[in-house]
């Protein structure tokens, strides 16, 4: 089974500055799916970016970047020019691409992101 | 993206009783998953729910606690039955669509006194 891990429980970034949140994983699989996702207080989980692992190309959304370390199982989320917007729980997230799993997401146990004036 | 309606957003519920969650979404979906978040914890999936069939639980889960119901490609249904103190938590509902991946319901906040 798949496993994701965040062995950043909070981090803490000054507005404008940049960020980047940890994330690794297990699997034994060549080609899935790997996300973000942010949890701000309204608990609602929005997605941040996704990443194919047959894309050797880094994904970018504006201010978000990924590091995909396939080899390593590396999957970092860089977040530029931070802003109290950013501020939320981050879940990094793993989806295989054989469709007898059922295409489920399996969740790191996240990593809260503070935001500083 | 799917647009998800879930309800209720929130509810305290007697112990003993049960509560059942509903998600509509704005558009045709094959499977619906629903996930469970403990307080300061992540996501867990419960289960997947397909239309026409019965729906397939994850380990440590069961029918006769989380019963679901399908009954069309657009809605699903969560009951949280019989419930404990332990229930406490955020359930959310969550369907993926091709090229979008995937959406969450904004989460039905269950507190059980």
């Known amino acids: 089974a798949q496993t994701v891990t965040q062995s950043q429980p909070e981090m803490s970034v000054q507005e404008a500055e940049t960020v980047t949140l940890s994330c690794t994983y297990d699997t034994s699989e060549s080609d899935y799916y790997l996300f973000w996702y942010k949890q701000p207080p309204s608990r609602q989980m929005i997605l941040v970016i996704r990443?194919?692992?047959?894309?050797?190309q880094n994904a970018t959304e504006n201010r978000f970047s990924v590091n995909f370390q396939k080899a390593a199982k590396s999957f970092s989320l860089k977040i530029s020019d931070s802003q109290l917007g950013d501020a939320a729980m981050y879940f990094c997230a793993y989806r295989s691409v054989n469709t007898g799993t059922a295409s489920k997401l399996t969740f790191g146990t996240g990593t809260r992101l503070q935001v500083t004036l | 993206s799917a647009v998800i309606s879930q309800k209720p957003s929130r509810d305290i519920c007697q112990r003993g009783t049960s509560l059942t969650i509903q998600c509509q979404v704005d558009s045709q979906v094959t499977m619906m998953f629903w996930y469970r978040q403990q307080p300061g914890q992540s996501l867990t999936l419960i289960a997947t729910?397909?239309?026409?069939?019965?729906?397939?639980?994850e380990s440590g889960f069961v029918i006769d606690k989380f019963p679901i119901s399908r009954p069309n490609l657009t809605f699903s249904t969560l009951t949280v039955s019989n419930m404990s103190p332990e229930d406490s938590s955020i359930y959310l509902c969550?369907?993926?669509?091709?090229?979008?991946?995937?959406?969450f319901g904004s989460g039905t906040r269950l507190t059980v006194v």
């Open positions: 969550s369907v993926e669509r091709v090229n979008y991946g995937y959406t």
């Open positions: 729910a397909n239309q026409g069939s019965e729906a397939t639980y």
């Open positions: 990443q194919e692992a047959y894309k050797q």
